[in-house]
């Protein structure tokens, strides 16, 4: 910590934070907010959720008695002042970085954080499983479970919600509202609506609507109209939330303690035998006015000028893959009415907000919603439209359901725009593009395509336009191409069809995906040491390139397969078939490169795959062992 605050200074944990005078805690809120801007402008992260919860945050800590009553934050974007105020305020800097923080909630972190998460909408259903094991176990802890308005119109939070309120479990969930567009509270009297609602003698909306009018004085009846729109909001607001058990609190100004306190006051100490849900209404990026101003509310930054909010952003010459995806796209769309395309609730990590602009018409975000994403494409698709869903690789593990069911056993062909394949850095392993290959390539009658760069996507985009009898895939990682110039849409491939970059004699590399560029590094450095390396652009994990993959077979010494993703994938369906057709019975050598079985830390991108060994100087090391490889197996006697 740099400055030299006059709370902060003195808050490591939230029992320091019980200590300060109520009266105080709004000092506490800013002086947190003005840490967390100067942190996140040396380490770049979620910044603007995380701004919009600095008061909630702050009240959260100071009620409830973390981390024996369990504090859970949905995705986790919104965890820094959590983080700050719970034992890791002086490593907040190493946010994000390589042994650093996760820039999300981590139980092998701190014992504040509960339950881990980065992907949205467990919060509710976590919580829930924690509460009915307090509750098995005769325990009076708090749990209390933080939600955006995002992440609540997703189907599993529904699903969560739908069962604690038939559980007649307590608990408390928050959502944090800053995008919704309900009616704006009207000052004081929405406060004492909200307290109301959150006092021990409301139990039904009769004896509500009685203790609010009796509140009414003559001095009100100015507001009379007003007060009656805010009551009807207030309980039509709550009347979803009602109607699955639970009892409504709100809604309230999420940045006012005097609100807060109370509220969050009572709700710990109700009786209500039943969840209980308090919706707040924050702004994001709340007090940093660039963040306040922006289009997303600074919601992931990279590193920053706290004066001027202009990012630091890495300057590339070449376009980044979804950039290239969505243009592409664009260009099909202009001559193919029938080309829809779907987000959920990423248009701009997909490039699909480009789409957007141009087919306003045929584009779908559907919002947090991968598995509807997936099977609305399907049913796009039995009416003879184009449909690409266009989700991140660790987003589309969401959907399994959907894509086994729904799609491949119908053979629809749904063709999957798989963007950030492959390791991510800083997000670290809940966002790595790990499993789609092994996931994918199971699934019968399924092409699964992986592009070795740029030029290759643009191919496999316009091969995939005219796959109308089945599903397809292509996918690719984030960041910058490698410069390969891109060819016209007309230019396709073969399905099923690898090619041959590089000729030699003794080990073919059969690459599937990305690592096509440190394979050449690879190769080079062993040219130098007289050893001749084939390379193959695989393209296809599924179709395999059958034919191909023999001849390398039969006039090689040994096999060796690379790829961005986990064992079962590209390298596992390769040594099956060698497997099926006999040819490693001989003296054939077989490797196969793949992530390791770990989850990997956050780190740059670089430093991920040297420790998943997929980097040119590991496949330089796995050829010469593999040369040097004379292990022959013998029949047992």
């Given at each position: 910590m740099k400055k030299d605050y006059e709370f902060l200074n003195q808050i490591?944990?939230?029992?320091?934070?019980?200590?300060?005078?109520?009266?105080?805690?709004?000092?506490?809120?800013?002086?947190?907010?003005?840490e967390l801007i100067d942190a996140v402008s040396v380490t770049g992260g979620h910044l603007g959720a995380s701004l919009g919860v600095v008061e909630l945050s702050v009240a959260l800590h100071y009620i409830f008695n973390t981390p024996n009553d369990k504090l859970i934050w949905d995705v986790g974007h919104q965890c820094y002042p959590h983080k700050i105020l719970t034992g890791r305020k002086d490593k907040i800097r190493t946010l994000r970085q390589g042994n650093g923080l996760s820039g999300f909630t981590k139980r092998s972190e701190s014992e504040y954080d509960p339950f881990g998460a980065a992907h949205s909408s467990t919060s509710i259903s976590s919580a829930l499983g924690i509460a009915v094991a307090n509750k098995l176990a005769n325990k009076s802890d708090n749990v209390v479970a933080v939600i955006g308005d995002g992440a609540i119109s997703a189907g599993m939070a529904y699903e969560a919600m739908n069962n604690a309120g038939a559980s007649k479990t307590k608990m408390i969930v928050i959502l944090n509202d800053n995008d919704m567009s309900i009616a704006r509270p009207v000052g004081a009297m929405s406060t004492y609506l909200a307290k109301i609602f959150s006092g021990k003698v409301y139990f039904s909306l009769r004896e509500t609507i009685k203790l609010i009018t009796s509140a009414f004085s003559k001095r009100f009846s100015a507001r009379a109209g007003k007060a009656e729109d805010l009551l009807r909001s207030a309980v039509t607001?709550?009347?979803?939330?009602?109607?699955?058990?639970?009892?409504?609190?709100?809604?309230?100004?999420?940045?006012?303690?005097?609100?807060?306190?109370?509220?969050?006051?009572?709700?710990?100490?109700?009786?209500?035998?039943?969840?209980?849900?308090?919706?707040?209404?924050?702004?994001?990026?709340?007090?940093?006015?660039?963040?306040?101003?922006?289009?997303?509310?600074?919601?992931?930054?990279?590193?920053?000028?706290?004066?001027?909010?202009?990012?630091?952003?890495?300057s590339s010459k070449t376009p980044s893959y979804t950039k290239v995806f969505a243009n592409t796209l664009i260009q099909h769309a202009k001559k193919d009415s029938k080309i829809v395309a779907i987000t959920a609730a990423m248009p701009d990590g997909t490039g699909l907000d480009a789409f957007r602009k141009e087919f306003p018409d045929r584009t779908f975000?559907?919002?947090?919603?991968?598995?509807?994403?997936?099977?609305?494409?399907?049913?796009?698709?039995?009416?003879?439209f184009k449909p690409y869903a266009a989700i991140y690789s660790t987003f589309l593990q969401r959907a399994y359901d959907q894509v086994v069911h729904d799609v491949a056993i119908q053979s629809?062909?749904?063709?999957?725009?798989?963007?950030?394949?492959g390791l991510v850095g800083a997000d670290g392993p809940t966002h790595a593009g790990s499993f789609d290959t092994t996931y994918l390539s199971t699934l019968p009658n399924f092409?699964?395509?992986?592009?070795?760069?740029?030029?290759?996507?643009?191919?496999?985009?316009?091969?995939?336009t005219e796959i109308n009898d089945r599903p397809s895939a292509f996918r690719y990682p984030r960041g910058s191409g490698i410069g390969a110039a891109l060819p016209n849409i007309n230019e396709k491939i073969e399905i099923g069809k690898s090619k041959i970059i590089k000729e030699g004699n003794k080990v073919a590399i059969l690459n599937f995906g990305a690592r096509l560029n440190e394979t050449f590094k690879a190769a080079e450095n062993l040219k130098k040491k007289g050893i001749n390396i084939t390379i193959v652009d695989a393209r296809f994990a599924k179709p395999l390139d059958e034919n191909l993959i023999w001849q390398l077979a039969t006039t090689h010494e040994a096999i060796v397969t690379i790829e961005e993703g986990s064992i079962g994938g590209f390298?596992?369906?390769?040594?099956?078939?060698?497997?099926?057709?006999?040819?490693?019975?001989?003296?054939?050598k077989f490797r196969s490169m793949t992530l390791?079985?770990?989850?990997?830390?956050?780190?740059?991108?670089?430093?991920?795959?040297?420790?998943?060994?997929?980097?040119?100087?590991?496949?330089?090391?796995?050829?010469?062992?593999?040369?040097?490889?004379?292990?022959?197996?013998?029949?047992?006697?």
């Amino acid at each position: 910590m740099k400055k030299d605050y006059e709370f902060l200074n003195q808050i490591n944990f939230p029992s320091d934070l019980k200590k300060i005078p109520e009266i105080k805690l709004q000092k506490v809120a800013d002086e947190l907010r003005e840490e967390l801007i100067d942190a996140v402008s040396v380490t770049g992260g979620h910044l603007g959720a995380s701004l919009g919860v600095v008061e909630l945050s702050v009240a959260l800590h100071y009620i409830f008695n973390t981390p024996n009553d369990k504090l859970i934050w949905d995705v986790g974007h919104q965890c820094y002042p959590h983080k700050i105020l719970t034992g890791r305020k002086d490593k907040i800097r190493t946010l994000r970085q390589g042994n650093g923080l996760s820039g999300f909630t981590k139980r092998s972190e701190s014992e504040y954080d509960p339950f881990g998460a980065a992907h949205s909408s467990t919060s509710i259903s976590s919580a829930l499983g924690i509460a009915v094991a307090n509750k098995l176990a005769n325990k009076s802890d708090n749990v209390v479970a933080v939600i955006g308005d995002g992440a609540i119109s997703a189907g599993m939070a529904y699903e969560a919600m739908n069962n604690a309120g038939a559980s007649k479990t307590k608990m408390i969930v928050i959502l944090n509202d800053n995008d919704m567009s309900i009616a704006r509270p009207v000052g004081a009297m929405s406060t004492y609506l909200a307290k109301i609602f959150s006092g021990k003698v409301y139990f039904s909306l009769r004896e509500t609507i009685k203790l609010i009018t009796s509140a009414f004085s003559k001095r009100f009846s100015a507001r009379a109209g007003k007060a009656e729109d805010l009551l009807r909001s207030a309980v039509t607001g709550g009347t979803l939330f009602s109607s699955l058990g639970f009892y409504y609190i709100g809604p309230i100004d999420g940045h006012d303690l005097n609100s807060l306190i109370p509220i969050l006051k009572n709700a710990r100490d109700s009786k209500h035998d039943g969840p209980i849900l308090i919706h707040i209404k924050t702004k994001k990026g709340k007090g940093y006015t660039f963040a306040e101003e922006a289009k997303d509310n600074y919601h992931g930054v990279s590193k920053f000028n706290i004066k001027t909010g202009e990012q630091f952003k890495g300057s590339s010459k070449t376009p980044s893959y979804t950039k290239v995806f969505a243009n592409t796209l664009i260009q099909h769309a202009k001559k193919d009415s029938k080309i829809v395309a779907i987000t959920a609730a990423m248009p701009d990590g997909t490039g699909l907000d480009a789409f957007r602009k141009e087919f306003p018409d045929r584009t779908f975000d559907v919002g947090i919603a991968e598995q509807h994403a997936v099977t609305f494409a399907a049913g796009l698709a039995t009416e003879n439209f184009k449909p690409y869903a266009a989700i991140y690789s660790t987003f589309l593990q969401r959907a399994y359901d959907q894509v086994v069911h729904d799609v491949a056993i119908q053979s629809l062909p749904v063709r999957f725009a798989i963007d950030r394949a492959g390791l991510v850095g800083a997000d670290g392993p809940t966002h790595a593009g790990s499993f789609d290959t092994t996931y994918l390539s199971t699934l019968p009658n399924f092409v699964v395509m992986a592009a070795s760069d740029e030029a290759e996507l643009v191919r496999m985009i316009n091969t995939s336009t005219e796959i109308n009898d089945r599903p397809s895939a292509f996918r690719y990682p984030r960041g910058s191409g490698i410069g390969a110039a891109l060819p016209n849409i007309n230019e396709k491939i073969e399905i099923g069809k690898s090619k041959i970059i590089k000729e030699g004699n003794k080990v073919a590399i059969l690459n599937f995906g990305a690592r096509l560029n440190e394979t050449f590094k690879a190769a080079e450095n062993l040219k130098k040491k007289g050893i001749n390396i084939t390379i193959v652009d695989a393209r296809f994990a599924k179709p395999l390139d059958e034919n191909l993959i023999w001849q390398l077979a039969t006039t090689h010494e040994a096999i060796v397969t690379i790829e961005e993703g986990s064992i079962g994938g590209f390298g596992s369906h390769v040594v099956n078939f060698l497997s099926k057709k006999g040819l490693i019975d001989s003296n054939l050598k077989f490797r196969s490169m793949t992530l390791p079985d770990i989850f990997i830390d956050q780190d740059t991108p670089e430093n991920m795959y040297k420790i998943a060994n997929l980097d040119s100087s590991s496949i330089e090391e796995k050829i010469l062992d593999v040369l040097n490889s004379n292990i022959v197996l013998q029949k047992q006697k």
